[in-house]
């Protein structure tokens, strides 16, 4: 009798909708950014107004307040620092049940992250740097690699739908290295052989960025700038991790992600126009961050994911014609779906 209340008691529950929007313009460094704060606010509003979502389901954290170089102190609570992007994304997960909707999106820096402790033969790890990232210990870089973020989303209920969007550099492993549209794995993936067998850990080979993508002059005219740092040499990066792998559970639920850019390729933010209280302004934004919110309104905010992508797609393409013709961005979309 129990059990069957509870099934009912789940049925009848209302379906919930809950988001992470992360933005790190990093305001105390020389090499910040500009429009990573302004991205997660817009998505959080987008979300609010097209998607369905409460305002009391939505997190933002941010460095600085959006428009702003720098700006009163942010609440730290609220500040992205490692030990907090990776506590809300907890929370986030862990407060969701069957049948709720997560959405998670980190503007920023990607990394590509040596870990020293291994061999360059065994690739490189993908990672997105918090704001504190220069904080580490030992002297090391404090990072938060792909693959943790993979185990906390993964851990969602079996019967969640999972979204994810990442306007940075080096994030195309977050989801599934093999749940692409073409049934490939992603571009540049690291493979290992042994027997005639082929296996794979996750880490990719070096990534090469193209300079002229941002530095040309119509790039420059949009103040066009990208969204990866050099690679990083750190002492076993996923040291000190939240949580720790092994003792995470792995119900794989349905997960989709956007990333920015395919390996080998420049995720960049550029200068917009937004209307904003029925003015015309200047505004910098990632460009997918921008093109998935202008592949939203355009679809009418009603679309399958493939749908989405390619709305994405060709709103990237207009903004190459007419404003940035050396951008080498392409979006990439991939997926995990329960067996």
């Known amino acids: 009798r129990r059990a069957h209340a509870e099934n009912r008691q789940r049925l009848?529950?209302?379906?919930?909708?809950?988001?992470?929007?992360?933005g790190c313009n990093y305001p105390t460094k020389a090499f910040g950014l500009a429009g990573a704060v302004n991205d997660a606010f817009l998505l959080a509003e987008t979300?609010?107004?097209?998607?369905?979502?409460?305002?009391?389901?939505?997190?933002?954290?941010?460095?600085?307040?959006p428009g702003q170089k720098r700006s009163t102190k942010v609440t730290p609570d609220l500040q992205p620092t490692r030990l907090n992007i990776l506590r809300h994304l907890q929370l986030l997960v862990r407060s969701a049940r069957p049948e709720?909707?997560?959405?998670?999106?980190?503007?920023?820096?990607?990394v590509q992250v040596d870990d020293t402790t291994g061999t360059t033969e065994d690739g490189f790890h993908?990672?997105?740097?918090?704001?504190?990232?220069?904080?580490?210990?030992?002297?090391?870089?404090?990072?938060?690699?792909?693959?943790?973020?993979?185990?906390?989303?993964?851990?969602?209920?079996?019967?969640?739908?999972?979204?994810?969007?990442?306007?940075?550099?080096?994030?195309?492993?977050?989801v599934d290295v093999a749940g692409t549209l073409t049934?490939?794995?992603?571009?540049?993936?690291?493979m290992r052989g042994s027997c005639g067998l082929h296996a794979h850990n996750n880490t990719l080979d070096l990534a090469m960025h193209k300079r002229a993508v941002w530095a040309d002059d119509w790039s420059r005219s949009v103040k066009a700038r990208p969204r990866f740092?050099?690679?990083?040499?750190?002492?076993?990066?996923?040291?000190?991790?939240?949580?720790?792998?092994?003792?995470?559970?792995?119900?794989?639920?349905v997960a989709f992600c956007f990333s920015a850019?395919?390996?080998?390729?420049?995720?960049?933010?550029?200068?917009?126009?937004?209307t904003i209280e029925g003015k015309n302004l200047p505004r910098q934004h990632g460009v997918l961050s921008w093109c998935f919110i202008q592949a939203l309104e355009e679809l009418n905010y009603h679309s399958t994911y493939l749908e989405l992508q390619e709305e994405i797609?060709?709103?990237?393409?207009?903004?190459?014609?007419?404003?940035?013709?050396c951008m080498d961005q392409e979006v990439l979309l991939t997926f995990c779906i329960p067996l």
């Open 12 to 22: 009848t529950r209302a379906m919930v909708k809950r988001a992470l929007c992360v």
């Open 313 to 325: 797609q060709r709103q990237t393409w207009t903004l190459r014609r007419q404003q940035v013709p």
């Open 47 to 65: 979300l609010r107004k097209g998607c369905g979502f409460q305002q009391e389901h939505i997190c933002v954290l941010h460095d600085v307040h």
């Open 183 to 190: 049934g490939e794995f992603v571009d540049g993936l690291k």
């Open 126 to 174: 993908e990672a997105i740097l918090p704001t504190d990232f220069i904080d580490g210990c030992d002297g090391n870089f404090s990072v938060i690699v792909a693959s943790d973020i993979h185990d906390i989303l993964m851990s969602a209920p079996q019967t969640c739908v999972t979204t994810v969007l990442m306007d940075c550099d080096h994030a195309t492993s977050i």
């Open 100 to 110: 709720d909707v997560i959405f998670f999106s980190f503007s920023g820096y990607g």
């Open 229 to 253: 740092q050099p690679l990083m040499e750190i002492e076993n990066p996923r040291r000190g991790r939240l949580p720790t792998r092994d003792g995470m559970s792995r119900s794989t639920p």
């Open 261 to 274: 850019a395919q390996h080998g390729q420049t995720a960049l933010e550029i200068q917009v126009v937004r």
